[in-house]
């Protein structure tokens, strides 16, 4: 049973990074952040964190991670929703690539 509890750790340490960079993005005080997008880049942390939760979910629920009666697969779907929507990660991953390493621009 040693499989559960570092599948519990490795998530909670992907969510507590997406909220370490979801404040660095949106300081408490109302001040610009130091450095170039960060809005942008939290919201390509944050889906993958919430992908990486959903699946250690599937793994620890083995078969039963698919019946609808646990409502995992409803949250397997949801975090990859969030990859795909309200933007998708590719054009963030572009965004990053021109505006803040300044390569030209791909799309």
Not at 10 to 37: F, H, I, L, M, N
Not at 77 to 90: D, F, G, V
Request: charged letters at 20%.
């Amino acid at each position: 049973m040693c499989a559960v509890p570092w599948l519990l750790g490795k998530c909670g340490t992907s969510e507590y990074a997406s909220y370490v960079k979801r404040r660095q993005a949106a300081p408490p005080d109302g001040a610009a952040p130091a450095w170039a997008a960060p809005d942008t880049v939290c919201a390509d942390y944050a889906p993958e964190a919430a992908w990486d939760a959903a699946n250690a979910c599937i793994d620890a629920h083995g078969g039963y991670g698919f019946a609808e009666e646990y409502d995992v697969e409803r949250k397997f779907r949801e975090a990859r929703l969030y990859k795909t929507a309200p933007i998708n990660n590719n054009l963030v991953m572009a965004y990053v690539g021109e505006h803040v390493l300044g390569m030209p621009r791909s799309y």
